[in-house]
């Protein structure tokens, strides 16, 4: 009995906590800027995947190298400090989502709502440290460790099982992206606005979130296929995942739409930075 009293305190405690942070104005102010800052990074994302597409790539065609693309420009790292910020309080917000939110579910829905909250608090919180890297100075890409993890993982006992499990997630969650956007299941998230506004919103999200899933369900089929031919250099992440889509017949065209697409979903994290549900 003594346990059981032990674990219920301290998942009361857990709970109370989180609560508090999920009631925080402050938090919410930060969350709110985040998705400004959340924006910016898949503006510029969607500008790298451009220059892909032109066969002119200035850097790694993922977030990490937008966040670099920022840190060279004049007051760039004081701008990545405050992206850093902004998506760290995006995923303490998440995280109080997945501990105690989500109540206006039931049942399985909000079961699930609260894995996704879970996901997107991992997705948030590596962000946040990729801009702090990256306002740390530190060089290498999250391609090149990307590839890198990759290699040493083949390399050893039953890394090629890893690899290809982590690919067929991937893929997984890109087609899941993909169902999410033109299902537009985001709309229950936000708050009421007005119908042109709405609108609006509704075509950027469906757009922004098919066009991430196509990249990271590629991206996934890549990781598969590295491991499945022991080759390190295919597990880039987006990066690669971009470059395959160029060199497919009509590639400039199809990565220019989904350059397009990532732009639609900066210009959504841009609306969320007012609508979304905090």
């Known amino acids: 009995m003594p346990v059981t009293l032990t674990g219920m305190s ?3 405690r857990a709970e109370s906590t989180a609560s508090r942070a999920a009631n925080s104005s402050a938090l919410e102010a930060l969350t709110r800027a985040g998705f400004i ?4 990074v898949h503006l510029l994302f969607a500008w790298l995947a451009l ?3 032109f066969d002119k790539p200035a850097a790694e065609g993922d977030q990490s190298g ?3 693309t920022i840190a060279q420009q004049p007051l760039g790292k004081f701008l990545v400090v405050a992206i850093a910020v902004g998506l760290l309080a995006m995923a303490i917000w998440q995280l109080s989502e997945a501990l105690i939110g989500h109540r206006s579910e039931q049942g399985k829905s909000r079961v699930f709502e ?3 909250s879970a996901f997107r608090t991992v997705v948030y919180a590596y962000f946040a440290w990729t801009a702090w890297k990256v306002f740390k100075g530190v ?7 990307q590839q890198k993890k990759t290699q040493d993982l083949l390399t050893s006992g039953g890394g090629r099982a890893v690899v290809i499990i982590a690919g067929l997630a991937l893929a997984g969650l890109g087609i899941g992206l993909v169902i999410y956007g033109l299902k ?3 709309a229950k998230h936000l708050k009421p606005m007005p119908p042109h506004t709405r609108k609006v919103a509704m075509r950027l999200g469906a757009a922004g979130y098919s066009a991430k899933g196509i990249a990271y369900g590629i991206a996934g089929v890549l990781f598969v296929v590295a491991g499945a031919t022991y080759d390190p250099a295919k597990a880039r992440g987006l990066d690669a995942a971009l470059e395959t889509l160029r060199g497919q017949a009509y590639g400039a065209v199809l990565l220019t739409l989904v350059a397009l697409g990532i732009a639609a979903f900066a210009l959504f994290c841009f609306l969320q930075s007012k609508y979304r549900k905090v």
Do not use: E, N
Not at 37 to 40: A, K, L, V
Not at 139 to 145: F, H, Y
């Open 10 to 12: 301290a998942a009361s």
């Open 37 to 40: 800052g959340y924006g910016i």
């Open 51 to 53: 220059q892909i597409a």
């Open 66 to 68: 937008a966040l670099m």
């Open 114 to 116: 609260r894995i996704a």
């Open 139 to 145: 060089p290498q890409s999250a391609a090149d460790t």
């Open 184 to 186: 537009k299941a985001f």
